[in-house]
């Protein structure tokens, strides 16, 4: 079946633009996740959704990171006035909860994003 | 979450057994054993999990020492294809709350034809 998919899978932009990162998860997973990995380093939580609870933003590394879920489904990360230690690929994962297990995480192919 | 120590890489022939130690000697009793892999330019993928017992699945052996302090992922026949990170991670499932992942440096594993 369909697995996670993220668009754009490359975005160039010029420092103190905007950005907006688009991830679908796979059909039916209440779990999202944005996760983003600097080259060559670990990856770095930024921000959790579980179906309509409130999400846990405690990853994000500045005000100037912000995301939103629509009907518990697409999320969208965005960067406001984009500055060049944001460049990194941003990935994106999903998983199935059921508020008793806990399942893996299923990982789209990333959005490599470069601040000019 | 419990910090684990991994070999920064590791060099396999093609089709021997690749066998992968991680070290995570502050465990605690309600923590699990992940381990997740990353090919270049791809999304991390899950291979296999463990709290306890050793687990084997399609793609991996997870052996997980008595005591808990250490364990290994085992490739049973490593091919091209498995050159990848291999990330170790040690974490609760919390029923409430982000189950998010803290990936660390992870070992290089470079399968040899």
């Known amino acids: 079946g369909a697995g996670v998919s993220q668009s754009p899978s490359n975005k160039v932009t010029e420092k103190g633009k905007d950005v907006e990162l688009r991830c679908d998860p796979i059909?039916?997973?209440?779990?999202l996740y944005w996760y983003r990995q600097s080259l060559g380093q670990g990856l770095e939580f930024l921000i959790y959704?579980?179906?309509?609870?409130?999400?846990?933003k405690s990853g994000l590394p500045s005000d100037r990171f912000s995301a939103e879920r629509t009907g518990g489904s697409v999320s969208t990360l965005t960067i406001q006035r984009t500055q060049q230690e944001d460049s990194a690929v941003y990935l994106c994962a999903s998983s199935q909860w059921t508020g008793r297990l806990v399942y893996e995480q299923y990982f789209g192919p990333g959005t490599r994003l470069t601040v000019t | 979450d419990a910090k684990t120590t991994q070999p920064t890489s590791m060099d396999c022939a093609e089709g021997r057994a690749a066998n992968l130690p991680c070290n995570h000697s502050?465990?605690?009793?309600?923590?699990?054993v992940y381990w997740y892999r990353q090919i270049h330019s791809q999304g991390p993928q899950y291979i296999i999990h463990?709290?306890?017992n050793n687990e084997t699945n399609e793609m991996a052996s997870l052996i997980i020492t008595e005591d808990r302090k250490s364990s290994t992922l085992i490739l049973p026949h490593a091919t091209l294809r498995d050159t990848a990170v291999y990330y170790c991670?040690?974490?609760?499932?919390?029923?409430?709350?982000?189950?998010?992942?803290?990936f660390g440096t992870g070992t290089r594993l470079t399968v040899i034809p």
């Open positions: 463990g709290l306890k």
């Open positions: 059909s039916g997973h209440t779990a």
């Open positions: 502050t465990i605690s009793g309600n923590e699990y």
């Open positions: 959704f579980q179906g309509n609870s409130a999400p846990d």
């Open positions: 991670i040690v974490r609760v499932n919390l029923a409430t709350g982000a189950n998010n992942l803290f």
